[in-house]
T-cell receptor, first 113, second 111 residues
Framework: EPEVTQTPSHQVTQMGQEVILRCVPI?????FYWYRQILGQKVEFLVS????????KSEIFDDQFSVERPDGSNFTLKIRSTKLEDSAMYFC???????????FGSGTRLTVV | SQKIEQNSEALNIQEGKTATLTCNYT??????LQWYRQDPGRGPVFLLL?????KEKRKERLKVTFDTTLKQSLFHITASQPADSATYLC??????????FGKGNQVVVIP
C-alpha cells in the first residue's frame, strides 16, 4: 500500500537553529499538508499546498515557517529560528483530490532544547 | 470559534462488545466528517468519511452516523478486538483544504 514517508523520524535541535523536515507524499496525490501535534494535545493544521503554492495556512504558520516542493517528489517544512514551543510531532499528509481521507506519514518528532 | 468535543475519558470495553464514541461540534456543520485511528507515536490513519447529506456509513466492523441537527457524529466498532485498542480522532472538513481535529478518544479493548 502506498505510504507517505517522513525523514528524519527524530530531530533534536538547539533553540534558534533552523530545521528542515522532509516528506515524500504519495506519487499521484495532488494536495499536501503539514500538521503538528504537541505532546498530549490535538493534531493541529499548519498548511496545505496545491499546484505549487500554499492554498491554506493557519495562524500558527507565521513567517517562521515555510514550505517548498523542490522537485517532483519531495515536500519540505522549514522552521527558522526554532523556539522551545516548536517541540512537537510534525506530520506530513497527502490527498489525491483534497476531499477524501488523507494519508499521513509516521511523523518527525522535533525536540528543541 | 469551532469547538470539537470528544470524550476525554478512555473507553474500556470487553472484547466482542460494541464500542461507541461521540464527536460533538459547535457552529456550522462541515461538508465532510472524517474518523481516524492513531496509535502512540504514529500518524493518524484514515478510517471513514461521511458527507453532510449522509446519515450513516459502514466499512467492515465500523459504522459512522452523522446528525447535522444534533451536530454530532457517532462512531461504532462492533465485535471489538484487542487490536482495536487505540485513540480515535474525529476531524471536520469544511472543504477548504484543512481538517480540524478533536482531541481524540482512547479505546481499550479488554480480552
Amino acid at each position: 500500500e502506498p505510504e507517505v514517508t517522513q525523514t528524519p523520524s527524530h530531530q533534536v535541535t538547539q533553540m534558534g537553529q533552523e530545521v528542515i523536515l522532509r516528506c515524500v507524499p504519495i506519487s499521484n496525490h495532488l494536495y499536501f499538508y503539514w500538521y503538528r501535534q504537541i505532546l498530549g494535545q490535538k493534531v493541529e493544521f499548519l498548511v496545505s499546498f496545491y499546484n505549487n503554492e500554499i492554498s491554506e495556512k493557519s495562524e500558527i504558520f507565521d513567517d517562521q515557517f515555510s514550505v517548498e516542493r523542490p522537485d517532483g517528489s519531495n515536500f519540505t517544512l522549514k522552521i527558522r529560528s526554532t523556539k522551545l514551543e516548536d517541540s512537537a510531532m510534525y506530520f506530513c499528509a497527502s490527498s489525491e483530490d483534497g476531499r477524501g481521507g488523507y494519508t499521513f506519514g509516521s511523523g518527525t518528532r522535533l525536540t528543541v532544547v | 470559534s469551532q469547538k470539537i468535543e470528544q470524550n476525554s475519558e478512555a473507553l474500556n470495553i470487553q472484547e466482542g462488545k460494541t464500542a461507541t464514541l461521540t464527536c460533538n461540534y459547535t457552529n456550522y456543520s462541515p461538508a465532510y466528517l472524517q474518523w481516524y485511528r492513531q496509535d502512540p507515536g504514529r500518524g493518524p490513519v484514515f478510517l471513514l468519511l461521511i458527507r453532510e447529506n449522509e446519515k450513516e456509513k459502514r466499512k467492515e466492523r465500523l459504522k459512522v452516523t452523522f446528525d447535522t441537527t444534533l451536530k454530532q457524529s457517532l462512531f461504532h466498532i462492533t465485535a471489538s478486538q484487542p487490536a482495536d485498542s487505540a485513540t480515535y480522532l474525529c476531524a471536520l472538513d469544511y472543504g477548504n483544504n484543512r481538517l480540524a481535529f478533536g482531541k481524540g478518544n482512547q479505546v481499550v479493548v479488554i480480552p
